[in-house]
């Protein structure tokens, strides 16, 4: 049996019992290393399963997957992947591969950030599309993510970002060179991330010449844009995100004991120090305006500048949510 | 400490690890039995704790929440949540609550509907709002959830439908009498949501045979409402779902030993018998336009009629994907 067994969001307890069990009973362990992190070492996790685990890069991965499924007809053999196996990344490429040899196969669940971002008290049922936010460099800044959350923000839905990180990456002149040196992993902060998506939305709508002017969900896009800027050119694609009036949510390293989420508007949240937000994993959440007053209070705990910060304001004003007590 | 703690999709061992020594920690410990069920007794899960386990209705949570966090700030009390603690039901009401009562709270997260349904060979990037779909009766078919579909539909994503339960509801004579009895649970199978959702398609979108009052400008013919699910420009509001010619999948079970997917067009899957799908817990996928070809591959694995079967013409007809050679 090929299993793919999901290791959870924090440490090598938060395997589920049935998937302690495989690992247990398997011939060989792999953990996919490149598409997130686990907050403990490697040893831990062998010390804990009593076996070792043989690190699986992308490159053994992608080049040498049968290796990686060799004899597993005949005996078990563990894939371990961070989150959920088939949650932000899927691995349906080695279960399909699996399947055409006439391997079986077994898929053992567990939490991912797309459900742990409960959270932030935000319903599921309010998110929109996932995104994911690549590492910019002077000449190359990626914005195809910017369109879909345009998308989510026009039908006023939330949105998932998650933040880049970078494994066993080479300089382009070890590359060069080729020489197999890796840089140290790198992992997106929610500072830099703001900063980025706010460089990017600068560039799409550049501030105009009168006010810009945010939009409110109770204003349709098509009237909305008749009625503002009386007298100046209208802009048919009226800016959907404000540094000032948009709201966001930080996370960092959810469901571990360290967790931190920071909520507040794009411009305050982007202000922050990196070190405010701690050590990886990050993602971040972009507020939809369909806002419910719950949300508004249970993410509300987290806000920069407490029950004065910028978030009840924006909250009221911009989303048109009213505070309500709740008990 | 008030422990949330997620319990998975499947059986006991679904549990993790660090779940399992909180569970077994714990003082008292509460199922929530309303939102979904597990597929093993409350016997089996109190034998796998070696506590007992109490059943928390919806009426005991939402009128004796304080009965429920009573002495948490002494001892550890364990409130148990089929898949992730905060997927799809969020107890964010619960836990501010404790939150305002000064009891330290942990959430223990786990797999739910919105991972495992990576299942289908799905991206989760592409999906869009997740919708709720409830029991139809003669006089009553809430609707709701149709623009919501339609939103995501004409971006082009995915969609997930979850199926309505109804666990200790009480017929109107037993309501009307005060007798506390119970019906037993039901589960919406996915014909009867397939169907559900085509007769509400009906009748937001009848068939075009009397041409519309206030049509604008650009007036259609009859035969043009045959190309939908394009988004196209003549009709303001034309249909985004065809009975032949949107593909769903349907998903029984899942994270289980006995998951069950099957996908085709709407019109193949809505005709199917409902014990095609076996028990409960189903969901449903609406896929949407953005489809990929390593997703049409995957998920035409399920397919009706296999590899001659509706699946394969639409994803290439409709839908635009060309079948490609993995292996």
């Known amino acids: 049996m090929f299993y793919v067994i999901g290791l959870g969001l924090s440490d090598e307890k938060d395997i589920t019992v049935k998937g302690l069990e495989a690992v247990k009973g398997s011939e060989r362990v792999y953990l996919e290393s490149y598409t997130s992190i686990l907050m403990v070492e490697k040893e831990k996790l062998e010390a804990f399963y009593e076996r070792p685990v043989i690190t699986a890069t992308r490159e053994m991965v992608e080049l040498e997957a049968d290796d990686i499924l060799k004899d597993a007809d005949k005996v078990d053999i563990s894939f371990l992947v961070v989150g959920d196996p088939l949650g932000a990344t899927t691995h349906s490429d080695l279960l399909l591969r ?6 079986p196969t077994s898929i053992i669940h567990n939490a991912s950030i797309l459900t742990a971002l409960g959270s932030t008290g935000l ?69 830099q991330a703001f900063n980025q998506m706010l460089l990017t939305e600068s560039i799409r709508h550049p501030a105009p010449k009168p006010q810009p002017q945010f939009q409110s969900q109770s204003q349709k896009t098509s009237s ?104």
């Open 123 to 191: 319903q599921m049922y309010s998110f929109g599309q996932t995104l994911s936010l690549p590492f910019y460099t002077e000449t190359w800044r990626p914005d195809s993510w910017y369109p879909r959350l345009e998308e989510n923000l026009r039908l006023g839905v939330h949105t998932l970002v998650l933040l880049d990180i970078k494994v066993r990456e080479q300089s382009e002149e070890n590359m060069a060179r080729g020489r197999l040196i890796y840089e140290p992993p790198r992992f997106m902060n929610p500072a």
């Open 224 to 327: 909305d844009s008749e009625e503002e800027g009386e007298g100046e050119e209208k802009d048919p694609y009226p800016s959907l995100m404000s540094p000032s009036q948009t709201l966001a949510i930080s996370l960092s390293r959810v469901g571990t004991s360290s967790q931190r989420l920071i909520s507040g508007t794009l411009s305050e949240l982007a202000a922050l120090d990196e070190e405010e937000f701690g050590g990886p994993l990050h993602s971040v959440v972009i507020v939809g305006k369909r806002l419910h007053p719950l949300e508004l209070e249970y993410a509300g705990k987290f806000a920069i500048g407490g029950e004065n910060g910028d978030w009840w304001r924006v909250g009221k004003e911009v989303y048109g949510v009213e505070r309500e007590t709740f008990y």
């Open 98 to 103: 699996a399947q055409s040899r006439n391997i």
